[in-house]
C-alpha cells in the first residue's frame, strides 16, 4: 500500500468516526477530511489523464520500497484513486444525491476491491495475480471492501445488503447462497489450478472436472433454493389465507359493532369507518372516508373532535371524553375515546376511535342519583323521627308506670286482688314497651351513633363484656372457655355488645346441664372468624335466618324474656364493619354463632356516623315540640 493511499484511509476513517457525532464542532470535520480525500484522488486520476507529475506522489514519504517499477514512485493505483473518489463522494453527498445513486457508487468499490482480493490466492498457483492490472494491494483491497460495507450499513435503503443482513428465512437463504457460490467455486478452482500447474493432474482433465463439479452444484443450489422459495410461498399463501380470514373476522366484528369505529391517518382524514359511525353524522360510509373532520362536524363539536385529535397526536397518549349531539332530531349523549396507532419505530402512524352510545346509561344514573338522595334523605328522616318518637314515647311510659305505683302504694288496703294484679299487668307492659323502645332506639343508631373503627383486642371487648355479664354468669353456674383472641378493626364499644348478645343468650337458652360457652377465632383471608358456641336448647336449623330479623322469636315471652332484637342488633354491627354472621344449630345439643370482622381497616362508615350525629343534635334541639307536630312537619 503506498503512503498517499494509507493518508487517505486515515482521513476517510476519521471522518466515518465523527459522522456518528451528535457535536456540531465534530460534524463540521467531515466534510474536511472527506474532502481532502477527494482532492488527492482526483489529483492522482488527473496525473494518468494528462501525463503530468504533480509531485504529490511521495507525499509524505518517499517511496523507495515499490515492488512494481513505475515511472512514477509512490503513486498510488488509478483503481485506487478511482475508489476513493467514489468513497469521499458517497461521504460528501450523504444528504444531496439519492441513497440510490450512491449504493451504486459503493457497488462498483465493492466489486472492485472483492475482486482485487479473490485473485490473490491464485498468485500461489501462478505467481501473478490482478494487481498487475489493477496495482492494488491485498491491505488496499480489504480495506476498500470494508469502507464500502461500513457507508452501505449505515444507509437507510441499503438495497440488495438487505437481503444479506435481514434476520428472516430469505436472509439465511440469501448468506448461505452467497458463501456456497463465492467459496466453493473459488477453493475448487485454485486447487485444480494448482495441481495442474504443480504437474499433478492433467490439464483436460483438471479443468473438465472443476467445469461439471461447478455445474452439479450451481444446479445444486437452485434446486435447494426453489424448494425453499417453495416452502416460502406455501407458508405466505398460509398466511394470506389466514390474514384474509382475520381480516374478514376484523371487519365483521367493527362492521357490527354497537360503537360508532372509526380511523384517521396522520393528516386527518377517515380512512375506515362503520356503519354506526356512519348514522352518528348521519352520512353514508362512503362519503367519510377521505373526509377530515371539518367536513364531518359542525359547531359546537366540531371543537371537541379537533382539540382531541391535536391531543393525540403531541402526546401520544389516549383521550377520552363525554359529547353530547343531536342525532335523528333526538339528543344523545356518547363516550368518545381516541387513542393513537403507533408504528414499529414507535412514529405516529395515525389514530382510531369509538364512539359509544350511553344516553340510556347517564339517564339510569342520573335516575339512580337522584333516588338514592331520596332514599338518603328518606332514612335521615326516618332515623331523625325513631329517635324523637323513641325519646317521646318513653316519658309517658314512664308516667303511667310511676302512676301505677303510686295507684298501688295509696290505695293498697283498699283494691282487691284482681286489681293488684290488673296493676301488675300494666306495670309490666310499661317496663317490657320502655325496653322495646330502648333496644328500637340502640338498634337504629348501630349506623349513626358508632365510633369510627379502630384496631382494637377481642380479648379485651370480650372480657368487658364479661364483667357485665358477671352476675348472669354466677346465678346460672356458667362456664365461659376462650382462647387467645386476635385484634380486630371494630367499634370497640360495639364489639363488647355482640359478645355481650351472644354469650347472655347462650346463657338465658341453656339446657338442664351445666351451661358452657366457648369462644374461638381463626385467620379468614382479609378477616378473622369468630365462633361462639353452647350447650344450650338449640333450634332447628331451619329458623337459622329467622332469628336475625327484628322482633322474630322462636320461643314464647312468658318462658324467655326479651324483645327479639339482640341477634338484629349483633347482624347490624357485624355488617356495618364488613362482616357477616350466621348460625349451626342442633335442638337439644346446642348452638354455634360465626361471624367475621377484618384485621386490616375496611371502608369505615364516617358518613353515617356523621349523619347520625346531625340527627341527634336535630333532635335535641326540636324536643320542645309533640312527637304530632315533628311527625308532620317531617312528612
Wanted: with cysteine; hydrophobic share 45%; net charge negative.
Amino acid at each position: 500500500m503506498k503512503a498517499n493511499t494509507a493518508l487517505c484511509f486515515a482521513l476517510l476513517g476519521g471522518a466515518l468516526v465523527l459522522r456518528q457525532s451528535s457535536k456540531l464542532s465534530s460534524q463540521l470535520w467531515v466534510p474536511v477530511l472527506s474532502g481532502a480525500v477527494l482532492v488527492i484522488a482526483v489529483a492522482t486520476l488527473a496525473q494518468f489523464v494528462l501525463n503530468i507529475n504533480l509531485g504529490i506522489d511521495e507525499f509524505p514519504f518517499r517511496d523507495d520500497m515499490s515492488s512494481v517499477t513505475t515511472d512514477a514512485p509512490g503513486r498510488m493505483s488509478a483503481t485506487t484513486a478511482i475508489s476513493l473518489a467514489l468513497l469521499a463522494v458517497a461521504v460528501l453527498q450523504d444528504q444531496v444525491w439519492s441513497d440510490k445513486v450512491r449504493r451504486y457508487m459503493l457497488y462498483t468499490v465493492l466489486v472492485l476491491g472483492l475482486s482485487v482480493f479473490l485473485s490473490y490466492p491464485f498468485t500461489f498457483a501462478f505467481g501473478a495475480s490482478l494487481f498487475l492490472y489493477t496495482g492494488m494491494a491485498l491491505n488496499t483491497s480489504i480495506l476498500m471492501v470494508f469502507a464500502a460495507l461500513a457507508l452501505l450499513i449505515d444507509m437507510p435503503d441499503r438495497g440488495w445488503l438487505d437481503l444479506v443482513v435481514a434476520r428472516t428465512e430469505h436472509g439465511a437463504s440469501t448468506r448461505a447462497l452467497l458463501v456456497t457460490v463465492l467459496l466453493v467455486p473459488f477453493v475448487l478452482g485454485w486447487l485444480a489450478y494448482y495441481g495442474e500447474d504443480q504437474g499433478v493432474l492433467d490439464r483436460a482433465l483438471s479443468r473438465s472436472t472443476y467445469t461439471i463439479t461447478v455445474m452439479l452444484l450451481l444446479a445444486a443450489i437452485v434446486l435447494a433454493n426453489a424448494d425453499r422459495l417453495h416452502r416460502a410461498d406455501q407458508t405466505q399463501r398460509t398466511l394470506e389465507r389466514s390474514l384474509d380470514t382475520l381480516g374478514r373476522q376484523m371487519n365483521a366484528l367493527i362492521e357490527n359493532s354497537p360503537a360508532g369505529i372509526f380511523v384517521k391517518d396522520v393528516r386527518g382524514r377517515y380512512t375506515l369507518a362503520n356503519s354506526q359511525f356512519a348514522n352518528l353524522v348521519q352520512m353514508n360510509k362512503e362519503d367519510v372516508i377521505g373526509k377530515v373532520a371539518e367536513g364531518i362536524f359542525r359547531q359546537p363539536l366540531l371543537q371537541y373532535v379537533v382539540a382531541s385529535d391535536r391531543k393525540v397526536f403531541d402526546t401520544g397518549e389516549p383521550v377520552s371524553q363525554e359529547l353530547t349531539t343531536v342525532v335523528a332530531g333526538v339528543e344523545r349523549t356518547y363516550l368518545n375515546v381516541k387513542f393513537p396507532l403507533m408504528g414499529q419505530g414507535g412514529q405516529i402512524l395515525g389514530l382510531g376511535g369509538m364512539w359509544t352510545d350511553i344516553t340510556e346509561q347517564k339517564q339510569l344514573q342520573d335516575s339512580l342519583r337522584v333516588k338514592n338522595m331520596d332514599l338518603e334523605r328518606s332514612n335521615q328522616e326516618l332515623e331523625q323521627f325513631a329517635y324523637v318518637a323513641s325519646h317521646d314515647l318513653q316519658e309517658p311510659l314512664r308516667m303511667v308506670s310511676s302512676y301505677m305505683q303510686l295507684l298501688e302504694s295509696r290505695y293498697k288496703d283498699k283494691l282487691d286482688d284482681d286489681a293488684k294484679e290488673f296493676i301488675d299487668f300494666a306495670v309490666d307492659g310499661a317496663a317490657r314497651m320502655q325496653r322495646l323502645i330502648q333496644d328500637l332506639l340502640a338498634f337504629s343508631r348501630v349506623g349513626t351513633r358508632g365510633r369510627a373503627p379502630e384496631v382494637v383486642s377481642a380479648d379485651a371487648a370480650l372480657n368487658e363484656a364479661l364483667q357485665n355479664l358477671a352476675m348472669r354468669i354466677q346465678e346460672n353456674g356458667a362456664r365461659i372457655e376462650h382462647q387467645e383472641l386476635p385484634e380486630v378493626f371494630v367499634d370497640r364499644n360495639q364489639l363488647t355488645q355482640v359478645f355481650q348478645n351472644l354469650v347472655g343468650n347462650a346463657i338465658k337458652f341453656r339446657a338442664e346441664r351445666e351451661p358452657v360457652v366457648s369462644l374461638q377465632a381463626r385467620p379468614h383471608g382479609e378477616f378473622y372468624e369468630f365462633r361462639v358456641q353452647d350447650n344450650g336448647i338449640g333450634f332447628d336449623q331451619k329458623h337459622a335466618d329467622r332469628i336475625f330479623v327484628i322482633f322474630q322469636r322462636l320461643n314464647s315471652r312468658e318462658t324467655y324474656e326479651g324483645t327479639g332484637i339482640g341477634l338484629a342488633i349483633c347482624k347490624k354491627i357485624i355488617e356495618r364493619h364488613g362482616g357477616r354472621i350466621w348460625v349451626e344449630s342442633t335442638v337439644g345439643e346446642g348452638t354455634t354463632f360465626y361471624f367475621t370482622l377484618p384485621k386490616q381497616p375496611q371502608n369505615a362508615d364516617a358518613d353515617a356516623l356523621a349523619a347520625g350525629q346531625q340527627l341527634e343534635a336535630a333532635a335535641q334541639e326540636a324536643n320542645t315540640d309533640t312527637v304530632q307536630e315533628r311527625a308532620q312537619r317531617m312528612l
